[in-house]
């Protein structure tokens, strides 16, 4: 009966909220660096609400603050303004790798101080960084004499879009995790979505819902409470509570980027990632960002298996290929997934037989390591949980030992089971099953970065938590999956289609980098074909950014196809800059970056299931600079559909004064190297 309950309080609290926005008082504003956002912070009959404008436009209307706290009830009533201050901030700031590798970290600070008038007269501070192009805010709960912790029953946060939009998101407390095709709706249709949420307001606006920091609390879910008014919903933990910390502490950030476009929505993201805390590991040279092979398309079409037997696909000799097929192609890792003890029988949401410090009778790990070092190769370790996430922290600090010895410095992380079966166990032995995004979960992924980081691992989890840029603060968590993958192409149920990777871009992609294994240039799952061109493919590495970027087709089907191939082994997997050229949600995108180890330039373009004509300015090229750029392009007549093979690979000589006018292919792409060259001739 909570929830109707529940239901019942923020609909009165949210009428009486709207009703009074018109009464309340304003306490303390705070304007962005250029005036572009205004942030109002509201009392009325001591309640706290937040607005923002827009040039002076409404665009969040007044919206509560405060909590559902176990035992006291609301911390949202009889509230004043204690104190508040304001400061101006203005750094830039170094990324060990990234899309950027400098990020300017520009921003204007209101600090207000709200303490209830009555007993227990606790206090909670709300803090707004103001850009010009988007918002962060936080709680911040100081030690105080009323509680030695608080238990949060639910976060009062709202968000009250303030004019009519579209949106694209994903249903949140459902089984399959973050796992689900794109909804594009009226606003007023969302349920509950997992953020990030994207809109576009009717006037052309673009917004996305997310949080930032999100360490030791749940993760938030955006519930419609009604018309455009969304609260925050935290997953819950296994006792039923959200929440449960002593104090001091601090709430992650509740993030809004605001853009004109979908391509500045996408360049916006670094807000996320000034909103965490500066690294904490030091020197992480020891990551490298690169490319690798590995034994996993074969498992995912049912040729090979996980589990030991005639199938078994992680053995000595398998592994020995795939290693000297990365040596001669320049790929630095190999990934082995199905190494280890526990694959055999029913390990989803069952991982108790996991074993991660010993390898199977046939995988000697040892001499694979050795092998892949003589050959200037690393393994990529692989943890699949089974979701069994204490019997692996049980593991996890030896794992990482093994690991460091053998030069296995990227290891993949799983967590497979239904969204709510994370097991954890209590001190008395007893299981409790918990959200891949709450709390406990939470908790979890640091203590993995943290046993990592000791060894000089560097952490690829997959069915995680959600990306909100702590990237920035541990350096080795260096990509994620947390959305609809390339493993769909080869299950087909249904496979991805054309449209699913544009819409990546401007919501999944918002968040961090996605390890989504592209380049399946037999573009050929398990009975079905991938909805993509083969041009398509190779643009996926420049459009969808990760530090650690698979090539996961077979080997045997590169060799089939060795003009495409060239672009996979050439393409790098870090970046000194990154410019959105065009893009528009679910639709198309354009990315031009440039390589962080040398002065090339590297263009990636997509489409839905439309062919498209986009004219490109080169305009991010160096000037005064000669280029030679190598297309890979779609073939006349290519489509997804009737001819995805249709391909053509041409070079012509560029320079940043040219445009270049790019024909993709329904469900196509074109991805282009420009090779720096000698000046240009004034």
């Not at 419609?224 to 992650?252: D, H, I, Q």
């Not at 489509?639 to 329904?666: G, I, K, M, Q, Y």
Request: glycine residues 8%; charged residues 25%.
């Amino acid at each position: 009966m909570r929830r109707p309950i529940l239901s019942i309080v923020y609909a009165i609290a949210a009428a009486a909220l709207s009703c009074a926005s018109a009464h309340a008082e304003t306490v303390a504003t705070v304007s962005s660096p250029n005036g572009v956002l205004t942030v109002g912070l509201d009392l009325h009959e001591g309640r706290a609400g937040y607005r923002v404008e827009r040039f002076g436009e409404p665009l969040i209307d007044t919206s509560a603050l405060g909590f559902m706290l176990r035992g006291s009830g609301k911390f949202e009533r009889n509230l004043a303004l204690a104190d508040k201050a304001t400061r101006s901030f203005d750094e830039t700031w170094e990324q060990p790798w990234g899309e950027d590798r400098f990020i300017r970290n520009h921003y204007n600070e209101l600090r207000a101080t709200l303490t209830e008038t009555i007993a227990p007269n606790r206090t909670f501070n709300v803090v707004f960084r103001v850009y010009d192009d988007g918002i962060g805010f936080r709680y911040e709960f100081p030690e105080q004499s009323a509680a030695a912790e608080l238990i949060i029953d639910d976060e009062l946060t709202e968000f009250a879009l303030a004019g009519p939009a579209t949106a694209w998101w994903i249903p949140a407390g459902e089984w399959n995790r973050y796992e689900y095709l794109y909804n594009r709706t009226p606003l007023n249709e969302v349920t509950t979505a997992h953020t990030p949420m994207t809109v576009r307001t009717d006037d052309g606006l673009h917004i996305a819902f997310h949080e930032a920091a999100l360490a030791d609390y749940a993760g938030m879910w955006l519930r419609r409470a009604e018309g455009r008014r969304f609260r925050a919903e935290l997953a819950p933990a296994s006792e039923g509570w959200k929440v449960r910390r002593t104090l001091p502490f601090n709430t992650p950030w509740r993030t809004l980027q605001i853009a004109d476009s979908a391509a500045a929505l996408y360049e916006s993201s670094d807000l996320i990632l000034n909103l965490n805390e500066p690294n904490k590991l030091g020197d992480v040279s020891w990551f490298t960002p690169s490319k690798y092979v590995g034994i996993w398309w074969s498992l995912h079409l049912e040729q090979e298996s996980w589990a030991t037997g005639k199938k078994h696909g992680a053995t000595t000799a398998n592994t020995k290929r795939y290693i000297d097929f990365a040596a001669e192609h320049g790929f630095r890792g190999v990934l082995v997934e199905g190494w280890n003890p526990g694959w055999d029988g029913q390990w989803f949401g069952n991982g108790y037989d996991f074993d991660f410090t010993r390898a199977t009778p046939d995988f000697d790990i040892e001499a694979l390591a050795a092998y892949a070092k003589s050959r200037d190769v690393h393994l990529i370790g692989h943890h699949e949980t089974g979701c069994a996430v204490s019997h692996y922290e049980d593991q996890m600090a030896d794992a990482f030992a093994i690991n460091e010895r053998l030069g296995i410095d990227v290891v993949k992380t799983g967590y497979v089971c239904d969204a709510g079966g994370i097991e954890r166990r209590l001190p008395d032995g007893s299981i409790a099953r918990e959200w891949h995004d709450g709390q406990w979960s939470a908790g979890h992924h640091q203590r993995v970065l943290e046993a990592a980081a000791r060894h000089h691992v560097a952490i690829n989890s997959h069915e995680p938590i959600k990306d909100t840029g702590l990237r920035r603060t541990y350096p080795n968590w260096v990509s994620r999956e947390g959305a609809r993958g390339m493993e769909y192409g080869a299950w087909g149920n249904p496979t991805n289609p054309p449209e699913h990777e544009v819409n990546l871009v401007f919501t999944r992609m918002l968040s961090g980098p996605m390890d989504y294994t592209p380049g399946i240039l037999s573009l050929q799952g398990r009975g079905q074909a991938i909805q993509t061109t083969l041009a398509k493919q190779l643009a996926l590495y420049v459009v969808l950014y990760s530090p650690v970027q698979m090539a996961a087709d077979l080997p045997e089907n590169y060799e089939k196809h060795m003009d495409a191939f060239q672009f996979i082994r050439d393409v790098p997997a870090d970046w000194a800059r990154t410019e959105v050229v065009n893009g528009e949600v679910g639709d198309y995108v354009t990315f031009a970056r440039k390589d962080r180890n040398s002065d090339d330039w590297y263009l990636g373009s997509i489409t839905d299931g439309n062919g498209r004509v986009l004219e490109v300015p080169l305009s991010f090229l160096d000037p005064g600079r000669n280029y030679t750029a190598q297309v890979y392009r779609d073939g006349d007549g290519a489509h997804w559909h009737d001819a995805p093979f249709a391909f053509e690979r041409e070079t012509r000589a560029v320079t940043s004064a040219d445009r270049l006018t790019l024909r993709l292919a329904a469900g196509g792409g074109q991805a282009i190297r420009f090779v720096a060259g000698s000046a240009a001739v004034p």
